[in-house]
């Protein structure tokens, strides 16, 4: 390892000799990397002073590159990744292989005007991150990379993501904006800034936006119940308005409140692979799966076919920031934070993207053998409307200070985090089902062939529905400090320590209607009391008429553990600075509340980060910068979402309960690599940016959780000893050129770019099934009823991908304060693979697409100082 970091250093040390600019996000008209302010050490300081690996992005940045949702930036950063499994408007980061899985806190912290994002409740997908509409109005954005969990609010092991929104300024001024494109794209923006005294200015903007879905959707029966919905599609609304007041010279009070509002037709993934055949119970998923393939291939890679009606994905958030700063002396500032927000959500997909059909069965109220309804294999629908409502409140007392003639610089706070539940979320998932209404229990039951256990008329009925509410408190405590020294006018010690305390209560219920009984079961967790405290088991029947009267398990975790950051800096000339450093990353334990409850709670995980960087800039004949960091991980205690069966099975053969999955401790791993940036301004109006991220992360340890006397699970899938972690890609290379022609100030600025984003390939999901001789690797049989053990090594390896985007910018136009972009997205029309559903078992594999080739024209219009 010693070794890895002198060969990083030595090889930036000699680049730096002849090359660098602006950091990637840049625009060209912002001058040098020494120009660039961001707060990644809680107070402003220049890029290039800063030991933390920073990509930053201007707003000029995000609008020439057709950037509408947060997601999208993961293109032009190394180390950055995003899920967007359930959707844009739920997507969540992983920075350098630190993933988050369902139901389990951030490993990034999405933080907009020093406030941590609105939580999400645990239960379902959303919260914790910025929704659409986040991305306008900005000063910049800073992807922190690694741990940062002493200065900043929330604990997570994988870095930060920072909105920083422009404050109202002096002048009257503002601008209003418009684009259209194809795919139908229109949308509308506007900033007003008034200066109403010298003591109080008022900053209020909005922004609305609508695209069709770009999924063509062809999951209809021929009678349009279904069909002609395009998924992927746009559609919100969002308002900002801020406010400040000098209350005295010394006293400044900022107000931010934001409210955005989205309702889309949500995405679905598509089957991309087919196994034909049936599945070990002799059902023909695999033959349905190849039948739906076909049906797709008439049309463009962007088909898909959604079995549902009201597919859909809704978020409405709101957030009040007050911040309050008093210079208490030249050396003293104190800072005070409140903020309070509400997230709710509402998600109704196919997870996915099954339309099975079998023609001439008869099912339900098919009783004359025409063609059933198809089916979506597992379809997940709002319990009780929302599948997610929390509310946060945060409060944040930061003294800064600088001491001993300014030698050194320090820091001190208390955090706190409080999110409550506003009432009970959920959904309700049926698998197997032909759900017309899921609320109302309109579910027929589908009746498929089974090809080795045919019944008396040779057919098999199956489905079911579970439904999950919840309602979850977190609170989250910290108190924290940070100081660093000029041991020398060249060479800096820093040392912080932040200790946290971590809280997770929940009420959950977990229900098994029986439709043909009339009645509903308990489902995991096994073993809960209702409310009159009473103890129920698996098998206790309630009467559907009191859906929410029983099933409650009320549980608690609580997690508390120090981080800390100890590093030296070394700048032997104004432009060129060399860190190291040691942090340790911590990330809370919680409860897996839908899980058996034989592997739950799960306890805090812990990372140490030891990482090494390089910054220089320069002004020669050709000016630029050039940034890099090596990093090695050390990641234990892992939080792991694992899937558990129950293969001793009935005397019938059928299993005592059904798969499921849970968070356990289950694992140690290794992640290391290097990121770098550089920037050249090569000759007057030229600018070309590349940027790197190498990424190379190995499970080194895992233990198989412990099941409980009495549990009917007794099979738990392990990834394997030696695999990367999934999610985490290895490779990513983006490569920009800008150039602006040498053009008189009275017709304006123009500038062609355009980048290149290539990714390498990457595991999706775990290789749970590397030989035939695995415990739970699926049997399939084929056509002539012979079982066979499908063995997976290339399951859920997502390909590589190259992807063009260009961009015409006219500012200025005419000399006039009118600004013109024209921009295409993917231009070669690159299918990417977003990732990839594993369900081998089942006879297929999905993936999530990512956007076709797209085009837009934008004008904007400035008024004002």
């Avoid at 969990?149 to 002096?170: E, H, Q, Y």
């Avoid at 597919?311 to 309070?340: F, P």
């Avoid at 208390?414 to 009432?423: Q, T």
């Avoid at 056509?783 to 015409?808: C, D, E, F, M």
């Amino acid at each position: 390892m010693k070794l890895h970091h002198r060969t990083i250093l030595l090889t930036a040390s000699a680049l730096s000799g002849f090359a660098a600019a602006p950091a990637m996000g840049q625009s060209a008209d912002q001058g040098s990397a020494n120009d660039i302010i961001v707060t990644a050490q809680r107070i402003e300081q220049r890029l290039q002073d800063v030991p933390v690996s920073v990509t930053v992005f201007s707003q000029e940045t995000i609008d020439n590159n057709a950037v509408s949702n947060i997601k999208d930036l993961a293109q032009y950063t190394p180390g950055l990744q995003v899920n967007n499994r359930y959707g844009a408007d739920s997507t969540n980061f992983s920075i350098r292989g630190f993933t988050q899985e369902q139901r389990t806190t951030a490993t990034v912290g999405v933080y907009f005007a020093d406030v941590v994002a609105p939580r999400g409740s645990g239960a379902s997908f959303g919260g914790d991150g910025a929704g659409p509409g986040a991305l306008f109005d900005l000063q910049n954005v800073q992807v922190l990379k690694g741990p940062q969990g002493t200065l900043f609010g929330r604990n997570s092991t994988g870095g930060a993501v920072l909105l920083v929104p422009k404050k109202p300024t002096d002048a009257l001024e503002g601008y209003v904006e418009g684009t259209v494109g194809d795919y139908d794209l229109f949308g509308v923006q506007a900033v007003l800034n008034i200066p109403l005294a010298d003591t109080f200015k008022v900053r209020l903007g909005g922004e609305h936006k609508q695209r069709d879905g770009y999924l063509r959707n062809i999951g209809n029966l021929g009678d349009g119940r279904y069909g002609n919905k395009g998924m992927g599609n746009l559609d919100y609304w969002t308002f900002r308005a801020s406010i400040v007041a000098d209350l005295t010279p010394d006293l400044e009070n900022y107000t931010v409140a934001t409210y955005t509002k989205s309702k889309s037709n949500g995405t679905i993934p598509k089957v991309i692979e087919a196994f034909a055949g049936v599945n070990a119970s002799g059902i023909p998923f695999g033959d349905m799966a190849v039948s739906q393939m076909a049906r797709e291939a008439a049309y463009d890679p962007w088909t898909v076919s959604n079995r549902l009606p009201d597919s859909q994905s809704t978020i409405e958030q709101w957030q009040i920031i007050n911040k309050t700063t008093w210079q208490a002396s030249d050396n003293i500032t104190v800072k005070g934070i409140l903020s309070y927000g509400e997230f709710r959500g509402k998600t109704n997909l196919d997870l996915f993207g099954n339309y099975f059909l079998n023609p001439n069965v008869p099912s339900g109220t098919e009783t004359s053998g025409s063609q059933v309804t198809g089916f979506a294999f597992t379809h997940i629908n709002p319990y009780t409307g929302l599948t997610n409502a929390q509310s946060t409140f945060v409060g944040e007392l930061q003294v800064q200070g600088v001491s001993t003639d300014g030698r050194l610089n320090w820091q001190v706070g208390a955090y706190s985090e409080i999110s409550d539940p506003l009432g009970k979320s959920g959904v309700q998932t049926a698998t197997f089902s032909a759900c017309n209404d899921i609320d109302s229990y309109d579910c027929p039951f589908t009746v498929l062939p089974n090809y080795f256990a045919p019944g008396v008329n040779g057919f098999f009925s199956f489905g079911s529905i579970n439904g999950q509410l919840s309602s979850t408190k977190f609170e989250d405590y910290a108190v924290y400090g940070q100081a660093s020294y000029d041991i020398t006018d060249q060479l800096k010690f820093t040392a912080g320590l932040r200790y946290t305390w971590d809280k997770q209560t929940t009420d959950v219920q977990q229900l098994r209607p029986n439709l043909a009984g009339g009645y509903y079961t308990c489902g995991a967790p096994i073993g809960v009391s209702n409310t009159s405290g009473t103890t129920v088991t698996s098998a206790t029947r309630f009467p559907i008429s009191t859906i929410y009267d029983g099933c409650h398990d009320i549980q608690s975790k609580s997690s508390k553990a120090p981080t800390w950051l100890i590093g030296l800096d070394y700048k032997p000339m104004q432009d060129l600075l060399i860190y190291a450093k040691w942090t340790r990353g911590y990330r809370q334990g919680g409860l897996s509340i839908f899980s058996p409850d034989t592997t739950q709670p799960y306890d805090q995980e812990k990372v140490n980060t030891y990482e090494i960087g390089l910054k220089s800039s320069w002004h020669d004949v050709i000016p630029g910068s050039f940034n890099i960091s090596g990093f090695y991980n050390d990641f234990t205690n892992q939080q792991l979402l694992l899937g558990v069966q129950d293969l001793i099975a009935n005397a019938d053969g059928t299993p005592t309960a059904p798969p499921s999955a849970s968070i356990v401790n289950s694992g140690s791993s290794t992640l290391q690599g290097f990121e770098a940036e550089l920037n050249l301004r090569p000759f007057e109006g030229m600018r070309i940016s590349a940027a790197y991220g190498y990424l190379k992360t190995k499970i080194k340890e895992l233990t198989a959780p412990t099941f409980a006397p009495g549990s009917p699970y007794d099979t738990v899938t392990l990834p394997n000893v030696g695999d990367p972690i999934p999610n985490a890609q290895p490779h990513k290379l983006t490569l920009s050129a800008n150039y602006t022609l040498p053009l008189p100030e009275s017709v304006g600025a123009i500038t062609f770019g355009g980048t290149w984003i290539y990714t390498g390939k990457f595991r999706s999901v775990a290789d749970s099934c590397p030989t035939a001789t695995t415990p739970g690797c699926p049997t399939l049989r084929d056509s002539s009823g012979t079982p066979y053990v499908l063995t997976n090594p290339g399951a859920g390896i997502v390909p590589s991908t190259n992807v063009l985007n260009l961009n015409l910018n006219w500012n200025n136009v005419g000399g006039m304060p009118v600004d013109a972009t024209l921009f295409v997205t993917n231009v070669t029309k690159e299918v990417v693979y977003l990732n990839i559903n594993e369900n081998t078992s089942r006879g297929f594999r999905s993936a999530l697409l990512g956007e076709p080739r797209m085009w837009g024209i934008r004008l904007k219009y400035r008024f004002g100082q």
